[in-house]
């Protein structure tokens, strides 16, 4: 039984080509970046190339670009650092041990965890919160960011484009609003970076998070974009790697593998978005074709990434429509427990009837998905739908 994989949003399969740049960094370029013989100088040389290849991709310089264990951590050091320091710019050193966190952090209401999380607690820490809605279609309005601003808020995060249903946020617009009142913009661009572009200056932003795993890269390794003016408390302390903001020898292997990742997706940015796009426009056709006007599509109005399709089969659950396909690797939207429908919280936040939800199937495309893929998989959803109506 030959697998399709649709899932390239929960992670993405390491490239051939990455995976080659980093095969000599596992066995023979063991030295660390830090020492001053020739194996320490080769990784070292070669984490820089990674960071070079990394800002190509983002429009930033290379001394812009703090690598990371990945989104999660990117996101933790962006939010947990900025209002960090900020409280210890506000303190004398002296007293910093008894430092207290004050002002305001903005977010939307379909952040992935790994910012709704490090938010929640700095609001346990003594920040103000405001969540900021989204509409329907799974946009937040530059307008209610802007009404929410205080004169003492910090940051502002809002992902660039939405893991469940590729709504792509206005980003630009929420940053020109915040430029002129100081505040910082932080982009959680996990899901958009190497699918459409993510150049900073373009968006306007301060920070932004690259996950590897998303792009043909490893698990386990990613990158912060820290505007040159921003200033962060490290999460990590110790030696003064990542010029002082991420202690911790290198993972060579895996950033040189993130940074012939970043090489391949700028120079396959333009073609590999309209290829997903067509396959994506493919398989929803197709599943229209057969199931009719009542499967509708998860922030279908509203601009999505190239290869994201969130659909709700009418009259199922969608758990039960992927069991029927074990073959098929896909996500759902909403979890059934005990008779009851528990929404992913994107879902929640564009008021989507539990109901509808139930049958919410997200799937997302890749480089290396095919159109033979695309049409399997589409008769495999048709043929469960039709079994469990």
């Known amino acids: 039984m030959r697998s399709i994989y649709l899932d390239y949003n929960a992670t993405t399969p390491i490239a051939p080509a990455v995976q080659e740049a980093m095969l000599p960094f596992l066995a023979e370029l063991h030295g660390n970046?830090?020492?001053?013989?020739?194996?320490?100088?080769?990784?070292?040389?070669?984490?820089?190339?990674?960071?070079?290849?990394?800002?190509?991709?983002?429009?930033?310089?290379?001394?812009?670009?703090?690598?990371?264990?990945?989104?999660?951590?990117?996101?933790?050091?962006?939010?947990?650092?900025?209002?960090?320091?900020?409280?210890?710019?506000?303190?004398?050193?002296?007293?910093?041990?008894?430092?207290?966190?004050?002002?305001?952090?903005?977010?939307?209401?379909?952040?992935?965890?790994?910012?709704?999380?490090?938010?929640?607690?700095?609001?346990?820490m003594g920040l103000?919160?405001?969540?900021?809605?989204?509409?329907?279609?799974?946009?937040?309005?530059?307008?209610?960011?802007?009404?929410?601003?205080?004169?003492?808020?910090?940051?502002?995060?809002?992902?660039?484009?939405?893991?469940?249903?590729?709504?792509?946020?206005?980003?630009?617009?929420?940053?020109?609003?915040?430029?002129?009142?100081?505040?910082?913009?932080?982009?959680?661009?996990?899901?958009?970076?190497?699918?459409?572009?993510?150049?900073?200056?373009?968006?306007?932003?301060?920070?932004?998070?690259?996950?590897?795993?998303k792009i043909y890269a490893p698990k386990g390794v990613g990158a912060l974009y820290v505007r040159r003016d921003v200033q962060l408390e490290p999460l990590l302390h110790g030696a003064g790697h990542e010029s002082g903001m991420r202690a911790g020898t290198e993972n060579v292997a895996s950033l040189v593998g993130l940074g012939r990742a970043a090489s391949l997706a700028e120079k396959h940015l333009l073609e590999a978005g309209d290829r997903m796009t067509m396959l994506r426009d493919r398989l929803l056709e197709k599943l229209r074709e057969a199931v009719g006007p009542e499967l509708s599509v998860n922030g279908e109005r509203a601009p999505r990434l190239p290869n994201t399709l969130s659909v709700n089969f009418p009259g199922v659950a969608a758990v039960e429509v992927l069991r029927r396909i074990p073959e098929l690797c896909a996500s759902t939207g909403a979890a059934c427990h005990s008779g009851a429908t528990h929404l992913s919280a994107t879902l929640a936040a564009i008021g989507l009837d539990p109901e509808v939800a139930r049958g919410a199937v997200r799937l997302s495309v890749g480089w290396y998905t095919d159109e033979d893929e695309i049409d399997r998989a589409a008769g495999l959803l048709i043929a469960a739908w039709e079994d469990l109506r």
């Open 33 to 124: 970046p830090s020492s001053s013989h020739a194996l320490g100088r080769a990784c070292h040389e070669a984490v820089e190339d990674a960071r070079a290849r990394v800002a190509q991709l983002l429009g930033a310089t290379r001394d812009e670009i703090v690598f990371t264990s990945g989104g999660s951590e990117s996101n933790n050091l962006a939010l947990k650092g900025a209002a960090f320091a900020r409280a210890f710019a506000a303190c004398p050193p002296a007293a910093s041990a008894g430092v207290q966190l004050s002002g305001h952090l903005i977010i939307s209401g379909c952040e992935h965890p790994a910012v709704v999380q490090p938010a929640a607690f700095l609001e346990r």
């Open 128 to 213: 103000k919160l405001t969540v900021v809605g989204v509409n329907r279609d799974g946009l937040v309005d530059p307008a209610e960011v802007e009404a929410a601003l205080q004169p003492d808020t910090l940051l502002v995060s809002v992902m660039h484009a939405n893991n469940e249903i590729g709504v792509v946020q206005p980003i630009r617009e929420i940053a020109e609003l915040c430029r002129g009142r100081g505040v910082l913009v932080h982009t959680d661009a996990a899901q958009s970076v190497g699918k459409i572009s993510a150049r900073v200056d373009d968006l306007g932003v301060d920070l932004l998070t690259v996950a590897g795993h």
